[in-house]
């Protein structure tokens, strides 16, 4: 079954400790790409990847770090979490910027 | 800047014909796609359009007006489970982001 698979699906952590979230495709998608969601301001876009190796910034890159050594996965990483990352975030895929995207079932992630 | 303007709710019957409208302020638009959120749940795709014009898919047709940075969803037959969010999302060729989503538009279905 395609799909884009996210875990974990809820996290609460304290300030300042590492977490990772792990984002994984089966469809062999160029593009990922990982948002955050917060009521009444929408899908934000964090990072972007067109392709193994490529990532770039979106519009909240603040406090996040990405990687995509190989073309299924795009972990999204917090280094040192902080409150205002409270969020629900979700991961997607597609063949392109220019084509539908696949969403991840998505993480809820509180930072206290 | 880039700005995408949305209904935040609507409410309609069960049976009847509503529709979404999406307004967008951008610069080098390249798309616009329609996505459906259920509460608690991941988007879906619905619709892209790139083209000016109607594009039919089953209940659902999405209309784009690149001249006027226009486009509208329509839902034809409304039943209960299309009682969700609905995301106007733009693609962009230039900026730091190439896909920017409106604050989406959330639609209550009622008997």
């Known amino acids: 079954e395609a799909q884009v698979t996210q875990n974990p699906r809820y996290l609460i952590t304290v300030t300042g400790k590492k977490l990772t979230v792990t984002c994984s495709q089966n469809?062999?998608?160029?593009?990922m790409s990982w948002y955050r969601q917060d009521p009444g301001l929408g899908l934000r876009q964090i990072y972007y990847s067109m392709n193994v190796e490529v990532t770039d910034k979106g519009d909240v890159p603040e406090g996040y770090k990405v990687s995509r050594k190989e073309k299924r996965n795009f972990p999204l990483i917090l280094e040192s979490p902080s409150p205002n990352q409270t969020s629900l975030y979700f991961c997607?895929?597609?063949?392109?910027?220019?084509?539908?995207?696949?969403f991840g079932q998505g993480t809820r992630l509180t930072v206290v | 800047g880039q700005n995408i303007d949305q209904p935040t709710e609507m409410t309609a019957t069960e049976g009847a014909i509503v529709q979404i409208n999406c307004t967008y302020q951008t610069s080098g638009f390249n798309g616009l796609f329609w996505y459906q959120q259920h509460a608690g749940e991941a988007p879906t795709f619905l619709s892209y359009n790139v083209l000016d014009g109607l594009e039919e898919k089953g209940r659902f047709s999405s209309f784009l007006s690149r001249s006027k940075g226009y486009s509208y969803l329509l839902l034809k037959e409304l039943q209960m489970k299309d009682s969700a969010s609905y995301l106007c999302?733009?693609?962009?060729?230039?900026?730091?982001?190439?896909?920017?989503f409106g604050k989406g538009t959330r639609l209550s279905v009622i008997a």
């Open positions: 999302a733009v693609r962009i060729i230039s900026g730091n982001t190439p896909l920017v």
């Open positions: 997607a895929s597609s063949f392109s910027m220019n084509t539908e995207a696949f």
């Open positions: 469809m062999n998608h160029e593009y």
